[in-house]
Nanobody, 116 residues
Framework: QVQLVESGGGLVQAGGSLRLSCAAS????????MGWFRQAPGKEREFVAT????????YYSDSVKGRFTISRDNAKNTLYLQMNSLKPEDTAIYYC?????????WGQGTQVTVSS
């Protein structure tokens, strides 16, 4: 079993920045592809960003490309999402995801609110 706990969310003004963290425990963290998803009230959960086991080849949704940066520290079992130039449409609950090819895990989410 893998447990994921997100943190770092909060309330910021448009144009501001936040850094989200996802702390993982349980099975080997480095064996999982990690990613971030988000969900706004009344909307479906959507993909934000993902990163390979080695920390290479990050991939982003077009809506956040150039503004967000995903990274991972396997020694600390932690995934990060640096969010810059935030927009009101970024307001959502952000979820951490771990996938090893046959099992998938989710955190409970952290709220990000961007005021206009």
């Amino acid at each position: 079993q893998v447990q994921l706990v997100e943190s770092g969310g909060g309330l910021v003004q448009a144009g501001g920045s936040l850094r989200l963290s996802c702390a993982a425990s349980g099975r080997t963290f480095s064996s999982y592809v990690m990613g971030w998803f988000r969900q706004a009230p009344g909307k479906e959960r959507e993909f934000v960003a993902t990163i390979r086991l080695s920390g290479t080849s990050p991939y982003y949704s077009d809506s956040v490309k150039g503004r967000f940066t995903i990274s991972r520290d396997n020694a600390k079992n932690t995934l990060y999402l640096q969010m810059n130039s935030l927009k009101p449409e970024d307001t959502a609950i952000y979820y951490c995801n771990a996938d090893n090819g046959h099992s998938q895990y989710w955190g409970q989410g952290t709220q990000v609110t961007v005021s206009s």
